[in-house]
């Protein structure tokens, strides 16, 4: 009231506190230091680890090709594109890419960004706002969630997958531009949406669909194309409803993203996107070592196969685990195959045990998937060998045993 009123502590000085909150509740994340070790292995804070956790599912972020081009790139263009792509940082390399990411997807056009996250948080607002509906399935990706926010229209969360309640949605809504947001592969359950059904209502209730494809990118659909391909919904079969979007530090190996579809609607989210326009564009130098990505990934038909085969042999070999456990595999016939454990601290457990054992798989927990559903997410890569899953399973069967052993009752 008066200025000789003890001063209020700051807010700032709660900050340490609130950390120890976290960390108490098992929530505390940590980066690991990590180097490359060759294969899908690498050194983990200087220990030599089998890991389990990349999206490079397709194991080309270490091809020496890429690696090749991004050289070459540099020497012709330098490092840094030094502007905003709507400036002067639209390179040549650039440019060509979008139109091969264009004709890699069977879509009209397409637009090239620097990330995936600014992708989903700068287009969503640019193609909806106030007064206008959004749809986003419960389990969507942290981005989708966070540029419906910023977009300030209204959103509607319909249960993850449950197509009745997002129709019953759809209908009751009186906005006139609704739009429709997804993951196609679910990031941490690993299932993919049904992508034909889920445009079929976007048709009946004139709504855009959004798509985002970063776990599909690469490895579903012919020669990699994507979910959407796989879909049948590319090429002379391609819908101006659908927005396809995927990110290019996953299967492609490299960074940053991607959004395609319907010409106009491009040159829309190039007009409108702030994340876009007042940011510098990406660097021509991973433009060509994705263009190099693109040429690899449509002759990878070797490396899917051999991916299919590694997620099969998991899949089968986690299906002789101990029922009384109450581990749940989640059903998933992609890469991201999800081991549900349950507790956060039940998670940590799992993956510290088997740290101990040189893998590194990574517990995923709240607020990344729903309270009680802590899983190990196990993530195969074409850069895995059949030893390597084999590894995996022995030193799972263990964790088990031991977690049996330990339990009450
Ligand atoms: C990884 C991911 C993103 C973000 O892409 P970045 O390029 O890493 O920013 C977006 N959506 C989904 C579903 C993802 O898994």
Same mark, same amino acid.
């Given at each position: ?38 294969? /899908? ?7 030599? %680890?089998?890991?389990? &956790? ?56 397409? @637009? ?21 509906? +959004? ?27 449950? +197509? ?7 209908? /009751? ?18 299932? @993919?949406?049904? =992508? ?5 209502? &976007? ?29 049948g919904l590319t090429g002379a079969t391609a819908s101006r409803r659908v927005l396809y979007m995927a990110t290019l530090g996953k299967a492609a190996g490299v960074a940053g ?11 829309? +989210? ?9 940011a510098t564009a990406a660097p021509p130098l991973l433009a060509s070592a994705l263009r190099q990505s693109l040429q690899l %990934? ?12 590694? =997620? ?25 195959? /999800?081991?549900? =454990? ?8 799992? %993956? ?58």
């Amino acid at each position: 009231m008066t200025s000789s009123t003890a001063p209020q502590p700051s807010w700032l000085d709660e900050i340490p506190a609130r950390l120890a909150d976290i960390e108490r509740a098992h929530l505390l994340r940590r980066r690991r230091v990590v180097e490359p070790a060759g294969g /899908a292995r690498l050194w983990v804070d200087g220990q030599p %680890m089998l890991a389990f &956790c990349s999206n490079d599912y397709l194991g080309l972020a270490s091809h020496p090709d890429l690696a090749e081009a991004a050289r070459e790139a540099t020497h012709r263009f330098g490092v840094g594109a030094g502007g905003s792509p709507l400036v002067s940082g639209h390179s040549a390399a650039n440019d060509a890419l979008e139109h091969e990411l264009a004709a890699y997807v069977q879509l009209p056009r397409a @637009l090239y960004f620097y990330a995936g996250y600014a992708t989903n948080t700068g287009i969503i607002p640019a193609l909806v706002g106030e007064g206008d509906a +959004l749809f986003s399935d419960a389990l969507n990706h942290a981005c989708l969630i966070d540029g419906a926010r910023l977009s300030r229209a209204t959103i509607h969360r319909y249960p993850h997958a449950d +197509l009745a309640a997002l129709e019953a949605q759809l209908a /009751a809504s009186p906005a006139r531009r609704k739009l429709v947001i997804s993951d196609a592969v679910f990031s941490m359950d690993g299932d @993919l949406i049904d =992508i034909p059904a889920l445009l079929a209502l &976007c048709e009946r209730h004139d709504a855009l669909l959004l798509l985002d494809d970063a776990h599909g990118f690469g490895v579903l659909g012919p020669e990699g194309r994507g979910s959407l391909a796989q879909a049948g919904l590319t090429g002379a079969t391609a819908s101006r409803r659908v927005l396809y979007m995927a990110t290019l530090g996953k299967a492609a190996g490299v960074a940053g993203a991607f959004v395609a579809g319907d010409t106009a609607l491009i040159e829309w +989210l190039l007009q409108k996107t702030r994340t876009y326009i007042f940011a510098t564009a990406a660097p021509p130098l991973l433009a060509s070592a994705l263009r190099q990505s693109l040429q690899l %990934m449509a002759a990878a038909d070797d490396r899917r196969a051999h991916l299919g085969r590694l =997620i099969a042999q998991l899949r089968q070999g986690l299906a002789t685990l101990p029922a009384q456990l109450g581990w749940h595999l989640l059903p998933s016939h992609t890469p991201v195959q /999800a081991l549900v =454990i349950g507790s956060n601290e039940a998670a940590l457990a799992v %993956m510290e045990s088997l740290r101990l054992q040189g893998l590194w798989v990574p517990a995923i927990r709240p607020p990344t998937v729903p309270v009680g559903t802590a899983r190990l997410r196990i993530a195969l890569s074409a850069a895995h060998t059949e030893a390597d899953v084999d590894q995996l399973l022995v030193a799972l069967e263990r964790c088990a045993q031991h977690a049996l052993t330990r339990a009450p009752g």
